[in-house]
């Protein structure tokens, strides 16, 4: 396995780890590395709705969870409920907004294990500005592409967590450094010790086998690139949202240049009202039309 893949539900899996890893500590692996020793599909937000193709239940639910955060007593029961439905078939999660509303997912899943991916404070560092710098591209580069569309509504909610639960912004080294240090503290004060594992992805299948109680597996333990397969994957949609762009720029001024056309003839040989309408409204119905259907379909 090069790359985590989009994963269905598989009926009656039972949700057994809560990832609360921040990213860019080992998240893919974990989550291939668990699919493996739990016999179930993990549920890693950042993948499940980039590889969902045309679904785009997981980005707007995900937007929507943490959007709301913190809940009130109103808004809690239909917000658990979400998450229960998101997350039923799945025996693990991973990724932001699920790792930072750990504690929303414990009340759920009470005997679940909280498992807590970490490296180097200060590589994780530099590696998050890389994150920033690669996933906050212009907000309407994405526009046309399902899924992705919806990505600024998603940074701002899950950074609407992070505010609400840390009182800052990840936009700079210092705040990274300080997500970082207040993110491990309220995991000691809020998860119970026994239900509590931190483990490194460098240490293999070991730590990771001895938390959960079950026996080494007898074939290497997944490493995943998780940065070159984020910024590779984000590189080609950016290629494609530039091209869908550039569509639309072309068939709109065909459409326009087709109307006008259209006026032109329709002065030299003057027609009735009703025709010029229904001559300008086909020139450019045709053409939206013709958009539509060439931005439905990837390029």
């Given at each position: ?5 989009f994963?269905?539900?598989k ?8 990832g609360?890893?921040?990213p860019?500590?080992g998240?893919n692996s974990?989550?291939?590395?668990l699919?493996i020793l739990?016999?179930g599909?993990?549920?890693?937000s ?13 980005i707007?639910t995900l937007?929507?969870?943490?959007a709301q955060?913190?809940?009130?007593s109103d808004s809690?029961?239909?917000?658990e ?5 998101l997350?039923?078939?799945?025996v693990a999660t991973?990724?932001?907004p699920?790792s ?5 997912l414990?009340?759920l ?17 530099r ?5 920033l710098?690669?996933?906050?591209p212009?907000?309407?580069l994405?526009?046309?592409i ?8 998603f940074s701002?909610?899950?950074?609407n967590v992070?505010?609400?639960k840390y009182g800052?912004?990840?936009?700079d ?6 997500t ?14 026994g239900?509590?594992?931190y483990?490194d ?25 998780d ?13 494609r949202?530039?091209?869908r762009?550039?569509?639309f ?12 056309l259209?006026g ?7 027609p009735?009202f009703m ?8 020139a450019v119905g ?7 259907a060439?931005?439905?379909?990837y390029?």
């Amino acid at each position: 396995m090069t790359t985590l893949q989009f994963q269905h539900p598989k009926p009656g899996a039972k949700l057994k780890v809560i990832g609360a890893g921040l990213p860019r500590t080992g998240t893919n692996s974990l989550c291939a590395a668990l699919q493996i020793l739990l016999d179930g599909p993990c549920y890693h937000s950042g993948v499940q709705y980039t590889y969902a193709a045309y679904d785009e239940k997981h980005i707007k639910t995900l937007t929507r969870v943490a959007a709301q955060y913190p809940y009130t007593s109103d808004s809690r029961p239909h917000i658990e409920q979400e998450l229960k439905d998101l997350l039923d078939g799945f025996v693990a999660t991973a990724d932001p907004p699920l790792s930072l509303i750990y504690d929303v997912l414990l009340r759920l899943y009470p005997d679940a294990i909280v498992v807590v991916t970490t490296r180097d404070r200060d590589s994780w560092t530099r590696a998050m500005m890389e994150v920033l710098r690669i996933a906050l591209p212009p907000r309407l580069l994405f526009w046309w592409i399902p899924n992705l569309r919806w990505l600024p509504q998603f940074s701002d909610a899950c950074g609407n967590v992070l505010f609400q639960k840390y009182g800052l912004l990840l936009r700079d080294v210092e705040t990274a450094i300080a997500t970082w240090e207040r993110h491990m503290a309220e995991l000691e004060r809020v998860v119970p010790k026994g239900q509590l594992v931190y483990v490194d992805v460098k240490d293999g299948w070991e730590p990771l086998c001895k938390a959960l109680d079950r026996p080494i597996p007898d074939i290497p333990f997944p490493r995943l690139n998780d940065a070159k397969d984020f910024e590779d994957h984000f590189k080609k949609l950016a290629v494609r949202g530039l091209a869908r762009w550039a569509l639309f720029g072309v068939t709109l001024s065909a459409a326009t240049l087709g109307a006008l056309l259209i006026g032109v003839k329709m002065l030299e040989t003057p027609p009735t009202f009703m025709e010029r309408k229904s001559g300008l409204l086909s020139a450019v119905g045709g053409g939206l039309l013709a958009l539509g259907a060439l931005l439905t379909r990837y390029i």
